[in-house]
């Protein structure tokens, strides 16, 4: 249940080794399952309508092509921003963050991240004092 990033695909030319949850796992077996036979079984995960690789080209082409039909602009490293950001607002760590990302630098993450006010607000209901507060009422 993980997936690993060779240092030829990774934009950092760093390899690096990711957890995959069980649902993603059973998303990426679905996908695979609903693949034309006569494919076999040499072919990417992440594939176009024909079982050839998708190379970065042809992802941002869909993408461009799905955000004009959605009425938006949409971009690949969009995505990669947008999971960021989710990823710390699910309780993910910042430095968790990082490794998946590729990152070397937390300066580098954090131009990934651009919390908002609400964020924050709720960022700081993991506050220290919570435990403490916590562990006070239990004493009495």
Request: aromatic fraction near 8%.
């Amino acid at each position: 249940m993980e997936v690993t990033i060779d240092a030829a695909s990774a934009k950092t030319r760093t390899s690096r080794t990711l957890p995959l949850s069980p649902v993603t796992v059973e998303v990426v077996k679905n996908l695979v399952a609903k693949r034309h036979p006569s494919w076999g079984e040499n072919v990417p995960v992440f594939c176009t309508e024909n079982g050839t690789a998708l190379t970065r080209f042809v992802w941002w082409k869909r993408l461009d092509t799905y955000g004009k039909e959605l009425g938006v602009k949409i971009r690949p490293y969009d995505l990669r921003h947008s999971f960021a950001l989710n990823y710390l607002r699910q309780g993910g760590n910042a430095f968790g963050l990082q490794r998946t990302l590729g990152h070397s630098s937390m300066a580098m993450t954090r131009r990934y991240v651009n919390l908002t006010q609400l964020d924050l607000k709720q960022l700081h209901s993991a506050s220290p004092l919570n435990r403490l507060l916590t562990r006070a009422s239990r004493v009495r």
